[in-house]
């Protein structure tokens, strides 16, 4: 054999700042082509999106330019221009992965985090250039950044009494080459959010995003079968720091049920929402195998958890047991109003 190498401090390489991020894109991004790019301009629109859901924001804008920038406004609060150990808060969630540049509320604001939830900083450290304004009231504050340095400080001056961030990045061509922000696979994402936060008012490109009555307004799209009006429930509910929204009909068909799932805004083959959904049609009729009941039954379930447990690290399956028993205790409070209804039909699905 020969010499052992040795190991000492001397062969431990320390990564500064957003240099991981750098060094491993795909790690925090997923890849470094066109779909990686959609995650960065998703975690600017997470980070609006928590706005909203705290009562702070009502327009939501995104747009990727001809030549490449891409970029998210919202009317919230703005990112906080408060300092913190010399450096304005802002500029800390922008330069570190762990910092978030808003006060948020446990628990709500947890639900916006479509994505991978890492921050804004990763999306400035894989960007050439990034460029933020803040308003807030009469203060308007701008800066810029390349590759997740400073490279023009924070400068305020007065503002003209309007609120919210405006943030623009161009994706650095040493880590995404040639690609550019896919503006149709963004139109697909950001209609699904528009549809579960109808409240806010979303545009891409300058048009405006339906969200056509949210869950409810998807159940018709979901199957060719004609749907029993009659049969139809709708749902929103929070308890604690979960929520469930969801609604349910039943079509003419006999088909296994046919379910659009979500978890915190993002797509999921929702195990733990047909488990719930389930188990809310057990309480019903008891003595029937609830697969028996959702046949022909269309639906839209999104539950949003703090810390929803999914069943690999690709987040595609929710294995939650806090969200299952959520959706049932939801469903089960729908179905009471008129419970002796939701038997007889449920027990006429044979």
Known sequence: ????????????VVLEGL????????????????????NMVLELVSNALSEHLEGHAGRISVGVTPTGWCEVEDDGRGLSLEVHRGVPIAEHALTRIVWD?????PGRADWAKCLHGVGLAVVNGLSSRMEVTIRRGELLSTMAFERGIASEPLVTRPGDGST?????????????????????????C??????LAPTATWSLQGEVLDGDGGPAGWLSRLTAAPLLEDARVSVRHVVGNVLVDAALDWSTGSGP?????????????????????????????????????????VGVVHVGLSQPQYGGATK??????????????????AFAPRREWWERFLEGRR
């Open 1 to 12: 054999m020969g010499e052992r190498a040795e190991y000492d401090a001397s062969k431990i």
């Open 19 to 38: 240099e991981p991020v750098r060094k491993r894109p795909r790690m925090y991004i997923g890849s470094t082509d066109a779909a990686g790019i959609e």
């Open 101 to 105: 540049g808003r006060s948020r509320q």
């Open 164 to 188: 919210g961030t405006h943030i623009r990045f161009m994706p650095d061509a040493e880590i995404f080459g040639a690609a550019r922000g896919d503006v149709a696979r963004l139109r697909e």
């Open 190 to 195: 950001l209609a699904d959010i528009a549809h």
């Open 257 to 297: 049920p046919e379910l659009l799932t979500f978890a915190n805004f993002a797509r999921t083959r929702g195990q733990s929402q047909l488990d719930g959904v389930l188990n809310a049609l057990r309480s019903l009729v008891p003595d029937r195998d609830p697969a028996e009941l959702a046949r022909g039954l």
């Open 316 to 333: 595609e399956v929710l294995l939650d047991p806090i969200a299952e028993a959520a959706i049932a205790d939801a469903l089960v409070n």
